[in-house]
């Protein structure tokens, strides 16, 4: 079974939490608790034989079942205050998850610092996705998605925009990393 590690970070308040409750739980609260230092949970993705196509080689034929991908996820908070903690969240991470609120246009600014610093400081082979969060609020948008996705395709990161409130396209969001996952090299 492959199993990566997942690092999420962004802005106070953008919705970090909430995408990781509702790809864990499939429920959403509208007045958790914020998080206090960072908080671990996993979960498992399961790729179908469709959702691998011709990412299959013959030799691994064996999955038509499926393959299993499990999630070590890191949601970090607080740390605008503690910014050499935050890396040792996203050192040995293959993943991470960078969340902005498209409400809130200075949500996106604080996302870039956190891609700049992922970009000098985490592992090369990283894989980056920067995620407008709060679609569910699309009348009040302060960022639109061509603006976000052009400057996500610049830098060669995945592009997503969600809603942890609706759920609308937080399994997708998951699955697209799950796929980009070296995931042959780990199955066993
Ligand atoms: P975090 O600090 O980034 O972990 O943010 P939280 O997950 O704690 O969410 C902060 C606030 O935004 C909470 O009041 C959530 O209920 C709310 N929230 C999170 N995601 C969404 C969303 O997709 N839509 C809406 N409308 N509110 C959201
Ligand atoms: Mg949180």
């Known amino acids: 079974q492959a199993q990566f590690k997942l690092v999420l970070l962004g802005e106070s308040a953008v ?29 498992s993705i399961k790729l179908t034989g469709d959702d ?6 013959p030799a691994e034929e064996g999955f038509d079942d499926g393959l299993i991908v499990k999630f070590e996820i ?9 910014r050499s903690l935050a890396s040792m969240y996203y050192r040995n991470a293959q993943a991470a998850v960078v969340v902005y609120d498209i409400t ?6 604080k996302a870039k610092y956190w891609i700049k610093e992922l970009q000098k400081q985490a592992s090369s082979s990283i894989l980056i996705t920067l995620v407008g969060n709060k679609l569910d609020l699309k009348e009040e948008r302060q960022v639109s998605e061509e603006s976000a996705r052009s400057f996500a395709n610049e830098l060669g990161l995945l592009y997503f925009e969600v809603s942890a409130k609706s759920g609308e396209n937080v399994q997708e969001l998951f699955k697209q990393i799950a796929l980009k996952m070296p995931f042959k090299a780990q199955v066993s």
């Open 15 to 43: 919705g970090k939490s909430s995408i990781v409750q509702r790809f864990v739980k499939n429920s959403f609260d509208e007045f958790r608790e914020s998080t206090i230092g960072a908080a671990f949970l996993t979960q």
């Open 52 to 57: 691998l196509g011709e990412s299959l080689a």
């Open 74 to 82: 890191w949601d970090t908070a607080g740390q605008e205050r503690y």
């Open 104 to 109: 809130q246009s200075e949500s996106l600014e």
